[in-house]
Each structure stands twice: as structure tokens, then as C-alpha cells.
């Protein structure tokens, strides 16, 4: 069952978006970007998580290019999302792995990352969960979801970042932005930028 709905998901993600006949998102979506955001997906947040990830990210993109047109919804995901920036540091195994995942082969197997574990967590599991994730990715860009934050959140990151061994500096949200009410069952926090009214206090740390 599993390797027939992955020989699926490869038919889709080998065709060109705008030939599905559907509504996207990212109209500039390709390969490299359904890989990249599904990667940001599975490491930086649980499943529930996945969606509201995927348009923060793409609020960003919509603010950052009004004053810079050339930029691309991938260039704010592997500027953004930690796993992009730590995956390289030999002590950060999990972000290595995951950036080795890639698509399905033809026969609708994955090959396993050089630098999985040897022994937790299984690999069945996590060809399942990748497999799923791609798919949520590709689902997402079709405007298959709603965005539980209503399409205000800029900006993510879990509770409990500063004790990660990947965490950067640079994730702390700043004051220039404000936590979100979205979904109660999102594990990470979600921020929008303050309003001009909520910046007159403003201390000027920066973004």
C-alpha cells in the first residue's frame, strides 16, 4: 500500500505545477522547493505543526518581495529554517539525515541517508513519516488547508529552542513581533509583526 501511494506522489512531483489545473500557492514551485520546505516541515515541527510552518514561511516570502521582487519562496525557507543552516556541523546528526532525504525512486522505495542511526528510529517509520510529509507539502501548495494562524504569523519556534543543540541566537523571536493565537493544538509558538500602534514602546532590539 505504502509503495503505491508513493509511485503516486512521484507522478506529481515529477510534473510541472501549473499542469495540474489547480490553484497553487508557490506558482514559481519546484523540485528543489517541494524538497525544502518538506525538510523545514519534518524538522521543526510535529505533524500538526506542518501546515501553519509552510505559510508562515509563505508570509514572509510576501513581505520580503515587495522590496526585493528576485527573491523566491525557497531562498526564505533555507534562510529561515534552522535545519538549512546547522545540517553542515558534524554534531547536529538530525538535521544531516533529514537533508538526505530525498524522493521516491521508481520503484517506490526511498534510499536511506548515509547518516541515519543505526538503531533508533526505525527506518520503516521514518520512510512513512517522509513519505506523508511530502505529501503534505505537495497538498499544502494545492490550497488543500486552511491557515490556522488566518495568515498573520511570520515567524515560529518551540517553547523550548534555547536547550536544542541546533538552536541559533537568531531564532529568538524579537520585540518587533507578538505571539499568536492560532490553533491550540500547534506545538510551536507563531508570531505576526506588531502593529505601529504596538511599537510605539518599542525597545529596538532587532529582528
Known amino acids: 500500500m505504502l509503495r503505491t501511494l ?6 506529481f ?13 508557490i506558482e514559481t514551485w519546484t523540485p528543489q522547493t517541494h524538497l525544502a520546505l518538506a525538510h523545514c516541515m519534518l524538522a521543526e ?18 513581505l520580503r518581495r515587495k ?10 525557507l533555507r534562510g529561515y529554517c534552522s ?7 558534524k554534531r547536529h546528526l538530525r538535521p544531516r539525515w533529514i537533508k538526505q532525504l ?4 521508481r520503484d517506490g ?12 528510529p526505525r527506518w520503516s517509520k521514518i520512510q512513512r513519516l517522509w513519505f506523508e510529509t511530502l505529501q503534505r507539502a505537495w497538498n499544502w501548495n494545492q490550497g488543500k488547508y486552511r491557515d490556522p494562524c488566518k ?33 491550540d493544538k500547534l506545538d510551536n509558538d507563531f508570531y505576526r509583526y506588531k502593529t505601529k500602534e504596538e511599537l510605539s514602546s518599542y525597545s529596538g532590539k532587532r529582528i
Not at 13 to 25: A, E, I, N, R, S
Not at 83 to 89: D, L
Open 151 to 183: 495568515g498573520k504569523a511570520v515567524f515560529w519556534g518551540a517553547p523550548q529552542d534555547p536547550n536544542n543543540i541546533w538552536y541559533l541566537p537568531s531564532d529568538e523571536p524579537s520585540d518587533k513581533l507578538k505571539r499568536l493565537k492560532c490553533s
Open 6 to 11: 508513493i509511485l503516486i506522489l512521484l507522478m
Open 45 to 62: 515541527g510535529s505533524k500538526r505543526d506542518h501546515v501553519a510552518i509552510a505559510y508562515a514561511a509563505r508570509n514572509r516570502w510576501q
Open 83 to 89: 535545519i538549512h543552516k546547522v545540517s553542515h556541523r
Open 13 to 25: 512531483v515529477t510534473c510541472p505545477v501549473k499542469t495540474q489545473g489547480k490553484t497553487v500557492l
Open 67 to 76: 522590496m526585493h521582487p528576485q527573491i523566491r519562496y525557497v531562498d526564505i
Open 102 to 105: 530525498g524522493f521516491p525512486k
Open 109 to 120: 522505495t526511498f534510499d536511506k541517508p548515509e547518516d541515519f542511526p543505526r538503531k533508533k
